[in-house]
């Protein structure tokens, strides 16, 4: 018998993904802030097999999520990010998003790989 998937829900990279109404995706890596968390994920329905295709990073907090937008000018490090309203800043089980605001966040490596099903929520809502 064939389990039933629950659309929306995050699922490890160990787990078949999960289709929403137009997209699956999966999480690849989690951090968390008091102000929220930052969540790559990688779309799982797309067509094409290069290393960055389907990967997105997504800003969540307790009431919206938003993508962050990769900054094609100054492209990508080897332990951070660049993105058009941040820049990420990778060290081991840390990571430091850095607004173009001034503000800092300082985020911590979270394992296993799930959020909170309000958060959860608002992704499936922000990817639909």
Same mark, same amino acid.
């Given at each position: 018998?064939?389990?039933?998937?629950?659309?929306?829900? @995050? @699922?490890?990279? #160990?787990?078949?993904?999960? &289709?929403?109404?137009?997209?699956?995706?999966?999480?690849?890596?989690?951090?968390?802030? $008091?102000?929220? #968390? *930052? /969540?790559?994920?990688?779309?799982?329905?797309?067509?094409?097999?290069? $290393?960055?295709?389907? &990967?997105?990073? %997504?800003? /969540?907090?307790?009431?919206?999520?938003?993508? %962050?937008? $990769?900054?094609?000018?100054?492209?990508?490090?080897? *332990?951070?990010?660049?993105?058009?309203?941040? &820049?990420?800043?990778?060290?081991?089980?840390?990571?430091? *998003?850095?607004?173009?605001?001034?503000?800092?966040?300082?985020?911590?490596?979270?394992?296993?790989?799930? *959020? $909170?099903?309000?958060?959860?929520?608002?992704? &499936?809502? #922000?990817?639909?």
């Amino acid at each position: 018998m064939k389990k039933s998937c629950i659309s929306g829900r @995050i @699922i490890t990279s #160990h787990q078949q993904p999960i &289709h929403s109404m137009s997209l699956a995706y999966e999480v690849m890596r989690l951090f968390a802030s $008091p102000q929220g #968390h *930052l /969540v790559e994920i990688k779309l799982t329905d797309q067509m094409t097999d290069t $290393p960055d295709s389907g &990967h997105e990073w %997504l800003w /969540v907090t307790n009431r919206s999520v938003s993508s %962050l937008r $990769p900054s094609r000018m100054e492209g990508e490090i080897r *332990l951070g990010q660049s993105f058009r309203e941040a &820049h990420l800043q990778l060290c081991d089980q840390h990571a430091e *998003l850095s607004w173009l605001n001034g503000d800092r966040l300082t985020l911590e490596a979270r394992q296993p790989l799930t *959020l $909170p099903p309000e958060q959860r929520q608002l992704i &499936h809502n #922000h990817l639909s």
